[in-house]
């Protein structure tokens, strides 16, 4: 089974300036998450999908990202215009949604995630 | 509101030695606990989790974590280290929800640990 996949895995870019990651998760899981994971720190949710509806985005800075889930399946992140403190790791995150028999208990599968540095 | 609480953000053990590496959650209602190892330049990758059935949860490569909730702990242990278990380990928490589905998945800071021969 393949895993969550990512890209690009590395983005350096000027302040100011934007740019945009993408996600293609697990073939099958309905929920959808964006998480920023700054250096030395867990990470932070950003957005979460449940098929292409948005669940949960409260700590999505509104003003310069922005996210999509077209046709419930890939996702892309968009950062415009970017500022030094975006500096992080993008990880995304997928799960089955629900629960029931046969479903793992909030269980998240994670990509490999996207570093971002801002100049 | 629930909270994770990671106690040590760096941990040095020798190579073979006990690891010992603490979790402490704040949660109003029963929780369902994580741990997540993170290797260099990867994603994470989850080693347990605790879902309300046995207390002792026994994951990959040797790791297991009790969870206590008299002490609202979680802490992550092995027996024995070995330098592959280098690596960034984060504690997260979350909750089943009424409505279907879980909260979201909330992680501590991480404990880095480094193991030496």
């Known amino acids: 089974e393949a895993g969550v996949a990512q890209s690009p895995r590395y983005k350096i870019i000027e302040k100011r300036q934007s740019v945009a990651f993408w996600c293609n998760p697990i073939?099958?899981?309905?929920?959808l998450y964006w998480y920023q994971q700054i250096l030395g720190q867990g990470p932070k949710l950003l957005i979460q999908?449940?098929?292409?509806?948005?669940?949960?985005d409260s700590q999505l800075p509104k003003d310069r990202f922005s996210a999509e889930r077209l046709k419930g399946v890939d996702s892309t992140l968009k950062i415009q215009p970017a500022k030094l403190e975006d500096s992080a790791v993008y990880l995304c995150?997928?799960?089955?949604?629900?629960?029931?028999?046969?479903?793992?208990?909030?269980?998240?599968?994670f990509g490999e995630g996207s570093r971002l540095t801002v100049l | 509101a629930q909270s994770v609480t990671q106690l040590g953000s760096h941990v040095s053990v020798s190579e073979g030695a006990l690891v010992l590496l603490r979790c402490n959650y704040s949660?109003?209602?029963?929780?369902?606990l994580f741990w997540y190892v993170q290797y260099p330049n990867q994603g994470l990758q989850l080693l347990l989790k605790?879902?309300?059935?046995?207390?002792l949860v026994k994951g990959i490569n040797g790791f297991e974590a009790e969870f206590k909730k008299s002490e609202t702990s979680f802490h992550l242990t092995k027996p024995s280290a070995h330098m592959s278990d280098a690596a960034e380990y984060f504690c997260?928490?979350?909750?089943?929800?009424?409505?279907?589905?879980?909260?979201?998945?909330?992680f501590g800071a991480g404990t880095r640990l480094a193991v030496h021969p």
């Open positions: 995150a997928s799960s089955l949604a629900g629960r029931g028999r046969g479903r793992i208990s909030g269980e998240l599968f």
């Open positions: 073939s099958g899981h309905a929920t």
């Open positions: 999908f449940q098929n292409n509806g948005v669940v949960d």
């Open positions: 949660s109003s209602v029963p929780p369902y």
């Open positions: 605790y879902t309300s059935a046995a207390t």
């Open positions: 997260a928490v979350t909750r089943p929800l009424i409505s279907g589905g879980y909260n979201k998945l909330i």
